[in-house]
């Protein structure tokens, strides 16, 4: 069974950090792309960092350059996002995704497989 579940999230305050997980199960993980994508109130899912199956390709939305940091473990079926020096602009429901290609476009129409999402919240 394939499954993607999203951990980390919660309420923090301006200025501080989060990391999230996305722990996989059910694919053979060395060969998936992978992405957080997040979605606002009242706005439309946008892709935040994407990262290839080896991790050589890595893309950030301009929003977030310099304050995320994408990364995997492939020892452990794993993606993290680290979120540093986190805005109130970036409260959303956070979402990872995967598709069984080695890289892919940071959108969310390219990805299969997608997480139930969890929360962050920004706020003091």
């Known amino acids: 069974q394939v499954q993607l579940v999203e951990s980390g999230g919660g309420l923090v305050q301006p200025g501080g950090s989060l990391r999230l997980s996305c722990a996989t199960s059910?694919?053979?993980?060395?060969?998936?792309?992978i992405g957080w994508f997040r979605q606002a109130p009242g706005k439309e899912r946008e892709g935040v960092s994407c990262?290839?199956?080896?991790?050589?390709?890595?893309y950030y939305a301009d929003s977030v350059k310099g304050r995320f940091t994408i990364s995997r473990d492939n020892a452990k079926n794993t993606v993290y996002l680290q979120m540093n020096s986190l805005k109130p602009e970036d409260t959303a429901v956070y979402y990872c995704?995967?598709?069984?290609?080695?890289?892919?476009?940071?959108?969310?129409?390219?990805?299969?497989?997608w997480g139930q999402g969890i929360q962050v919240t920004v706020s003091s």
């Open positions: 995704a995967a598709i069984d290609r080695v890289q892919a476009m940071c959108v969310n129409y390219n990805y299969d497989y």
């Open positions: 059910g694919f053979t993980f060395d060969y998936l792309s």
């Open positions: 990262i290839s199956s080896s991790g050589g390709r890595i």
